[in-house]
């Protein structure tokens, strides 16, 4: 196997393990299954990773789905093999898992429990911050070609402390000086028998960010949990490796916290 290869199948299996936890199954050295699930529907992608893998070859998979109908099933292959052939060289399973969990909410029926994005959080009052701010956990650092990534993570439970803890983050230079401070999070708000979830994101410049920040607080059903991750770029460029990063900043920071909700 071609060692560029080699390193870069290993990160991307480190990079899944750490996003979908006990979704991800290892079955041998270059085997996995990986269980995507949307309320009560779920798939089961099974892929094998080649030799030649991702540089000139795509991963072999299997969908295993015994209520989904042929031409369903075959729609979504279409799908997959689709996203591939636009990502010929690049590593490509994360857009599978995420490409499946997109089809399988455009089929069902709206959740029960609608989950609504709010306005962008507004500037609050400095001289509340020291009484409303929540505390904020810091996470490692981690380094990538000159390019560092870290998380910083809180327990909110209104869009005022949400406020708080971006305004408390900014009064750090360091955190403010860095060349991007994505941000997602999620806020359970109940009223008698209902529930809803408060959500929303921002990239602050780093094109889709944020919205992969708040898809992975989705897939850990993270309620009350503010994330913050902080990258100062190195000046080489990453491509989709940043994400891999931004992906491992996050989760890592949220199980630093204690907010890592168990399944």
């Known amino acids: 196997m071609d060692p560029s290869n080699a390193t870069r199948q290993a990160e991307e299996v480190e990079a899944l393990s750490s996003i979908y936890g006990e979704d991800w199954v290892t079955e041998s050295e270059s085997c996995y299954c990986i269980k995507v699930k949307d309320m009560k529907s779920e798939i089961l992608l099974s892929v094998t990773m080649p030799p030649d893998y991702p540089s000139s070859s795509p991963p072999q998979y299997e969908l295993s789905a015994p209520w989904m109908d042929r ?4 729609r979504l292959h279409q799908t997959l093999d689709t996203v591939y052939l636009e990502q010929v060289g690049e590593t490509v399973i994360y857009q599978w898992v995420e490409t499946i969990r997109e089809f399988l909410q455009n089929m069902r029926a709206p959740s029960p429990e609608p989950e609504d ?5 507004s500037p609050v009052d400095m001289s509340r911050l020291e009484i409303s701010c929540p505390p904020i956990t810091h996470g490692s650092v981690l380094t990538d070609r000159k390019s560092n990534f870290q998380g910083h993570a809180a327990e909110v439970h209104s869009v005022e402390e949400v406020n708080a803890v971006l ?47 708040l898809h992975l607080l989705q897939i850990l ?3 009350n949990t503010l994330v913050v991750v902080s990258r100062w770029y190195g000046g080489i460029q990453l491509g ?6 931004i992906n491992n900043a996050t989760r890592q920071v949220i199980e630093q916290a204690g907010l890592l909700k168990k399944k």
């Open 240 to 245: 989709p490796d940043r994400f891999r990063h």
């Open 71 to 74: 031409k369903e099933k075959q």
């Open 167 to 213: 305004e408390k983050l900014k009064q750090n230079k360091k955190i403010m000086n860095a060349t991007h401070n994505m941000y997602a999070y999620r806020i359970e708000r109940t009223n008698g028998k209902n529930t809803t979830i408060l959500q929303d994101c921002d990239d602050d410049g780093e094109a889709h960010a944020g919205g992969r920040m």
């Open 221 to 223: 059903d993270q309620r």
């Open 117 to 121: 994005k709010s306005k962008s959080p």
